[in-house]
């Protein structure tokens, strides 16, 4: 074999990387993780710097993103430690949401177990946080009318409990991909992050009251204000995970309306 001590063969990095040698000759192919040299014999050989980026590859690929996102990824964030360090912090993130899932779940088991009747307003605050509309109505009836923030407060209060825990559900998956897009120092006018301010723009085109939501969805000027406002209001920056977060969904949501919005 003509491993040397710098670098190794494909058939060690697909064991090692707990991976197969048909995906790394793929990821060279597509230009993601291209090898540090071609053998005489035409196996390919990967050093320290090809592992690392190997290793960043693999990481985006579990948080869902696609080889073009990935390779827009590598092309913005080329520091290795900065990147694996905002990697760190998605999977600290990652660690403890899971940790509060698991809690949730075995405090509901026991209940269940011990023939308890879980009502909803026993469930723990933890599977329903993020979401009291009531604590901005000053807010939006000073900045988009009292008829904006009556109109949407019925249509909540229509829902059923079930529809409400929904729409918060979906609410935090956003919420959460938000952050993850954001830790991972993804382009906020690039297609990751882009594809998330269209999520936000939907979700907002749903909820009557919406500036625009007569016509389809936000308006410009609305959906750039709101984006100012997870910055400037440290209770909608903290369910993005801070203000350095809230700051890039106000940039791709401002790239978004300035692109797709009239």
Not at 120 to 136: E, L, Q, R, S, Y
Not at 143 to 163: I, L
Not at 244 to 260: L, S
């Amino acid at each position: 074999m003509e491993t040397t001590i710098d670098d190794w063969s494909i058939q060690e990095i697909a064991r090692i990387a707990n991976t197969t040698s048909r995906t790394l000759r793929h990821y060279d192919e597509v230009g993601l993780v291209p090898p540090t040299r071609v053998g005489d014999n035409g196996y390919r050989y990967y050093d320290r710097a090809a592992l690392v980026r190997l290793q960043r590859v693999l990481m985006l690929r579990e948080m869902g993103l696609g080889i073009p996102a990935i390779a827009e990824m590598l092309t913005d964030q080329a520091d290795d430690v900065t990147a694996l360090e905002s990697h760190l912090v998605w999977l600290q993130e990652s660690r403890d949401r899971i940790a509060r899932q698991m809690a949730s779940v075995q405090k509901t088991i026991e209940e269940l177990k011990g023939g308890e009747r879980i009502m909803a307003k026993d469930m723990p605050h933890a599977m329903f946080d993020g979401f009291d509309h009531t604590v901005f109505k000053e807010e939006v009836e000073q900045k988009w009318g009292r008829e904006a923030y009556a109109t949407g407060d019925s249509w909540w209060r229509d829902k059923t409990d079930a529809q409400k825990a929904e729409w918060k559900a979906a609410l935090a998956a956003l919420e959460s991909d938000w952050a993850e897009a954001a830790v991972s120092g993804a382009d906020p006018a690039g297609d990751v992050a882009q594809a998330l301010a269209r999520r936000q723009f939907d979700n907002l085109a749903g909820i009557p009251g919406t500036p625009g939501y007569s016509t389809g969805g936000p308006t410009k000027e609305y959906f750039i204000g709101l984006g100012e406002l997870y910055v400037d209001d440290a209770r909608f920056a903290k369910n993005y995970g801070g203000a350095d977060n809230a700051a890039f969904v106000r940039d791709a949501m401002r790239a978004y309306a300035e692109r797709e919005l009239s």
